[in-house]
């Protein structure tokens, strides 16, 4: 089986602050795995390299089978152009903390946009799917609203339609519920839950462990730039094997 995404040997530096330090990671079709860890660990760091937010300085990430960013020209590797790029990175889909909506756009035009433009949907196919994917986050109401009519978890919703409207392979979360009031943390857990068990493949940086434990295939602790623990999530979540898991766990659990 092709993994989903593989990171072989990913570095990123900062100057001379290595902040991911040769990571590498299999993620296999269907898994849903979320990663933990202290401010400042690398966690948002991995996924910006992964999508090529971020430029690795050293390793390679790979969707499946598809190394991402580079190729091969007369022997030697090569950055690849801005537009190749482009389209490989709409196959990897990323949910930010802060939505990041076009605010001068309804939603339904903030979800018609990229499927438009970087795919080439016509219009009517590209607002005929983006209905249906709003029907799905529960806001079939919303297409013609603003985002500033929403709420934060309204807003994190459509971001994740936003995403879907490009039917990447793969879904990147990154700390997606970290700014909504703790009340609107349910519903955007709840759509996240439905993707995941839908067959989604996703890497979910994230502090809610209960959605971890209840969700996750694999939990990853990542501390000082490197992965200390991968396994299942009770496993890491109950019964870690290592002590630097075990004192983050003791602090926020
Ligand atoms: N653009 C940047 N320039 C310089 N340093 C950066 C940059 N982005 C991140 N860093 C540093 O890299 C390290 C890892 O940051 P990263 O955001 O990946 O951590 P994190 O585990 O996601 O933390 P948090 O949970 O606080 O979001 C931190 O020390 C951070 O200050």
């Known amino acids: 089986m092709t993994a989903a995404i593989v990171t072989d040997q990913l570095v990123k530096r900062y100057g001379s602050h290595e902040v991911l330090r040769r990571i590498d990671l299999e993620v296999l ?3 849903v795995v979320c990663v933990i860890g202290p401010s400042g660990s690398g966690k948002s760091t991995l996924l910006r390299c992964i999508n090529h937010l971020e430029q690795p300085d050293d390793g390679t990430v790979s969707v499946d089978g598809e190394v ?49 433009k970087v795919r080439g949907q016509s219009r009517a196919e590209a607002e005929r799917r ?8 529960g806001l079939a109401d919303y297409a013609g ?12 919703r459509v971001a994740i339609a936003r995403t879907l409207a490009m ?4 879904l990147l979360f990154d700390e997606p519920t970290s700014a909504l009031d703790p009340e609107l943390v349910g519903e955007v857990l709840d759509v996240m839950r439905k993707l995941a068990h839908a067959g989604k493949t ?16 694999r ?10 623990e991968d396994g299942p999530a009770d496993q890491v979540l109950s019964n ?14």
Request: aromatic letters at 6%; a positive charge; hydrophobic letters at 45%.
């Open 145 to 156: 609203a603003y985002p500033v009519q929403l709420s934060g978890g309204q807003q994190q």
């Open 219 to 228: 939990v990853i602790f990542m501390d000082e730039g490197l992965i200390v």
């Open 29 to 31: 079709p269907g898994q």
């Open 240 to 253: 870690p094997r290592e002590k630097r898991t075990a004192a983050f766990l003791s602090k926020v659990l």
């Open 202 to 217: 996703m890497i979910v940086v994230t502090h809610e462990l209960g959605f971890a434990r209840e969700v996750a295939d």
């Open 167 to 170: 039917e990447p392979k793969v």
């Open 68 to 116: 991402i960013g580079v190729t091969h020209r007369r022997g030697r590797t090569v950055p690849l152009g801005a537009a190749e790029l482009r389209r490989q990175r709409a196959e990897i889909g990323m949910v930010f903390q802060s939505f990041n909506l076009f605010p001068h756009m309804t939603v339904l035009h903030n979800l018609v946009l990229a499927p438009m």
């Open 130 to 137: 983006a209905r249906v994917l709003l029907g799905q986050v």
